[in-house]
């Protein structure tokens, strides 16, 4: 009778602690605190789920995920920009899913095909110009950067960068490679100076009239003119009478050992309805990734574009050949 009291006690506490730990999940993210955590914590307050993150850069979560394999306790990747979403299908440290909710809730350009990650809020990779050098008409395509009148006044991030790498990844399936190869070649023949680390600092350069125009991320620039409304720099939207806008994301996809992955899943798909997609986006001043849902009232101040469809798994798969032609090219 005691022992079997005692195998009902065992079994009664490991009962216990499976549903315990199945109310606690584990997140990689190289989202930094502030853009993720207010989404973690809605969750929580409506489902009583807590998650935990770690935040780091994207390389070494990827090789944390490797490293750990099917002892991780990671239950959800959250990372920016396709390219990188794609490398960690490839390998291997994500879970292919079938999700009505999310294939509902998220265009299929910006998901990956095997349902293995999503878009959660988007970016447009855009021009920023000066208003007061820039005079009407002489900004129209990202090819047009290459043009002769913009000699000596174009400034660029380093092709380091995985941003860059996905828009020139997007431009060899678009226009070919060695028209994406001459167009490179025209930018960097216009630069007014070394390339940038960030898009921020070349934001500013546009403002101090180091250069009149350059690439960046549109959330950058929601960020610098919150922090100075008066900031001398306007977005254009380039490629408006053909493919649109390059539109790239920040994403998440379950991981393939995931400890607790029902309830990764029910936390992922939710991040794409309505509720989640406003505050996902408003953090970072970004696009929500579900169309029913519109932008803030300052990122929609921006004005409107004609994005481009290209689904952004082409960024990963063509980012070897991106690198080695912005490396030909003489972008540094």
């Not at 490797?66 to 960690?88: R, S, Y």
């Not at 990122?299 to 952004?312: E, Y």
């Amino acid at each position: 009778m005691q022992l079997r009291s005692l195998f009902a006690a065992v079994a009664l506490a490991a009962t216990t602690f499976t549903a315990n730990a199945a109310e606690e999940l584990v997140v990689y993210s190289a989202r930094i605190d502030e853009l993720i955590k207010p989404v973690f914590d809605a969750y929580t307050e409506k489902t009583g789920v807590k998650i935990s993150f770690i935040a780091d850069k994207e390389a070494p979560l990827l090789a944390r995920l490797q490293a750990e394999g099917e002892n991780t306790p990671a239950d959800m990747l959250i990372t920016v920009d396709a390219g990188n979403l794609w490398q960690a299908a490839q390998q291997g440290v994500l879970e292919p899913l079938n999700s009505a909710v999310i294939a509902k809730n998220i265009p299929a350009q910006y998901r990956a095909t095997d349902g293995s990650w999503t878009g959660l809020s988007l970016r447009a990779r855009t021009l920023a110009y000066s208003p007061e050098r820039i005079k009407e008409g002489e900004l129209s395509t990202y090819e047009g950067l290459a043009d002769k009148h913009l000699e000596g006044r174009v400034c660029l991030r380093t092709s380091q960068k995985v941003y860059n790498q996905s828009l020139t990844a997007t431009m060899i399936k678009t226009l070919g490679e060695e028209k994406t190869e001459a167009v490179i070649k025209g930018w960097v023949n216009n630069l007014a100076t070394d390339v940038f680390a960030d898009d921020t600092a070349l934001l500013m350069a546009i403002d101090a009239g180091q250069c009149d125009v350059g690439l960046v991320n549109t959330y950058y620039y929601g960020r610098l003119a919150k922090q100075n409304p008066n900031v001398k720099v306007k977005l254009f939207w380039p490629n408006q009478a053909d493919r649109g806008v390059h539109v790239n994301l920040s994403g998440a996809g379950v991981t393939k050992h995931a400890p607790h992955k029902a309830e990764a899943i029910k936390l992922l798909e939710w991040m794409t309805t309505p509720e989640a997609q406003r505050l996902f986006a408003d953090l970072n001043q970004e696009y929500p990734a579900n169309e029913s849902v519109e932008a803030s009232a300052e990122v929609q101040s921006w004005g409107t574009f004609k994005p481009d469809t290209i689904n952004v798994e082409v960024a990963g798969q063509l980012q070897p050949e991106a690198i080695k032609l912005m490396d030909r090219a003489g972008w540094k």
